[in-house]
């Protein structure tokens, strides 16, 4: 009986722990510079990407999107998916000559001070790796 009581409320507990995560709303100032740097996004869910960062993950123009703010409303990122086909010829090359797998996904990802960034997914065996390069292909630190 004492068990069952413990079971049910790790139970009870880690699913409220979970609803609550993906209920999070982020400070106003998130949500206004959010709102106004992505005007006719879509399903919006936010979590909390480290202490002091917001990543709002949504839909736009039927893509795929995620992008960070700090906790005053700074713009830090923005990742879309996109196709692999898409990428620079550099990327592609660089991916296939390091990696020697096939890509399973591919993003863009611009950073603040018009930084581009490609990122490219791929399984290893039956782990999910990712590898960023830059533009020009080389490795992002």
Known sequence: MYKS????????FTTG?????TGLVPPQAVVDAFQKKFPTATKVKW????????EANFLMDKME???N???DGTWMETEMEVAYSTLPDAVKTAFEKQVN?????ASKIVKTGN?????????????????????DGSLAK
């Open 115 to 135: 930084i581009t960034l490609y990122e490219v997914e791929y399984k290893d065996g039956m782990k999910k790796k990712e590898i960023i390069f830059n533009t």
């Open 101 to 105: 797998k096939k890509a399973t996904e």
């Open 17 to 21: 722990t979970i609803f609550a995560a």
């Open 69 to 71: 703010f700090k906790e």
């Open 65 to 67: 999107y995620s992008a």
């Open 5 to 12: 009581l413990i079971i049910a409320f790790v139970i009870l």
């Open 47 to 54: 979590e909390k990407e480290n202490a002091t960062e917001y």
